[in-house]
């Protein structure tokens, strides 16, 4: 790297190899390899611009770099559709560049010192709006990489994940400044830089490795479950969405055949003292129309059940509709038909808290973009992008529901997640706000078959639960079915791709965390730094294209 001998295109492998290296589902001590991925990245990008390479040369290399690590950490997606997971790794890729590019514009216009501060500010500015906007997809947000680490980052509870992206960063940063610290024109490429400040920026990398850890150590060894003790079962099907799970597939299994096994299930870890129940997403699938739908047999099914087990509450994942009496009373997102009007599906949970209460619904609210959520202006874009799932617009809500606490369990209140939600920082703690003391996550990972997909996702739960100190109950259709603790160790695990269910011991935490007190804080301050920025480039750029402008000559006056 020193001499440049890898080349450009070496720098993007290394780079995206690292960062998948890194990267949740590899074993935990290589997280710390995300310290130091981005360092052959930065020497790239260096070497580039001192060979007086174009921005379209250095665009080139920083997408190869971003498509590779795309596709090296997420390549799964394409599980679904080959055509769906190709265009999710391209699109996503091309979206990284922004705050990369930015980063080279900046650099070139205000020097190294800001460019190199200004690179942390476009990422983490950019990684806030990939929480939000419509095509939002956080998966490779930075502080997601920690995930298989749990110990490292018990202060999460204090930043949320993007106080990762920004630990990424600055030891990143300080290792590069140390070892390739930008040359003075005069400087060969080859030239090593020596001396004090260089050995300063390694010694300060060093530390800025080791202090959070340490903290990490500190904060994780004063941890203890908090709250009161309640037994919950989590339940796992196993029905393969490809083939059996809907209806017209080739070895459909009959919805009353579904319910049937999911009861069964749930009798097998039942006890006396359990507390709820929690099935998988659309557990109950077919539609049920949540105005009328005390008259669907299945309902009543599960209500009898419940009545047998008084004291139990039951959690479900359920394809629920909502119809509309006229067009003035739609949502944005309604569908229309002409027998049935307009109406609103919904990825939704259904919560049973007694045998006699009235169901309560949560409708999912972060929906997977190209699947369950198709922005108007992109549709004939996007639309072929398979991440597993109906194809379409489904409707939301922009609150979230935290469930009544049952009679016979006055301390759970109960914030349910569906599968995608779970890798949200900030919209996991809004649940914690509201009162939520038990994170309730029911998913059907069978989409991305045996992958890194589900085990990621099982990961990134751990990280919710270090952030709001709460226990996380995971429920799977397939995959992995159990339990995560307040500091985001997994236990009561069930082996995956097997009809099972887990009962496992939660704690009802009503503390709150930093993190779950205040929000996200990072995030929204680096898009206001990111704004300052480009406004002032933008100043800057245009009085320097006003100060080379050539002055307009004077006329010269005529003499008598």
Known sequence: MGNSTWGPAGLALLTAALLWAGWPVHPAPLALL??????????????????????WKVFRYTYLTLVLWNAFTTWWVSYSTLGGGITA???????MCLPTMAFYHTKRLAGPVLGYIALPIYWIAFEQLHLHWDLTWPWLTLGNGFAEATSFVQWYEYTGFLGGSVWVWVVNLLLFWGLFRPQRQAETLAQPT??????????????????????????????????????????????????????GKANFVPYDEQLSRLLRLTEQKLTPN???????????????????????????RVRQWLAQHPGVALLTGITSVVMYPNQEAASVTARHRDDMGYYDVFNSGAYFPSATAPIEFYHKSRLVPGVEKIPPLLTSLISHIDLGGTVGSYGSQ????????????????????????????????????????????????????DSPGYRQLLRYGALRCIET??????????GFTGFINQKGD???????????????????????????RYGELIGPATQVLAGLLLAGLLVLSLNRRFATKPAAQEPVARTA
């Open 89 to 95: 790794v391209v699109l996503n890729a091309l979206l």
């Open 274 to 300: 359990t507390k709820l129940v929690i099935w998988p997403e659309t557990a109950l699938e077919e539609y049920y129309f949540e105005q009328q739908i005390e008259t669907n047999p299945k309902i009543f």
């Open 34 to 55: 995300l310290l130091v991925a981005w360092v052959p990245y930065l020497r790239m990008e260096q070497v580039l611009v001192q060979q007086g390479g174009s921005g």
């Open 490 to 516: 997994v236990y009561q695990r069930e082996t995956a791709w097997v009809p099972t269910a887990s009962r496992g011991t939660v704690h009802l935490n009503t503390e709150l965390t930093f993190y779950a």
């Open 194 to 247: 020596s001396g004090k400040m260089h050995k300063g920026f390694v010694a300060g990398a060093a530390l800025a490795t080791l202090l959070p850890l340490l903290l990490s150590w500190f904060i994780g060894s004063r941890v203890q479950e908090q709250g009161q003790a309640l037994e919950v079962v989590v339940v796992q099907p196993n029905v393969d969405p490809y083939t059996e799970k809907f209806q």
């Open 469 to 478: 100190r709460r226990d996380l109950a995971r429920s799977a259709n397939t």
């Open 398 to 449: 922009p609150e979230r529901t935290v469930f009544s606490a049952p009679a016979g369990a006055p301390a759970l209140r109960a914030a349910p997640l569906i599968c995608y939600e779970s890798i949200y920082g900030d919209f996991t703690a809004e649940y914690v706000q509201r009162g939520a003391t038990l994170l309730g996550l029911f998913t059907n990972d069978a989409w991305w078959h």
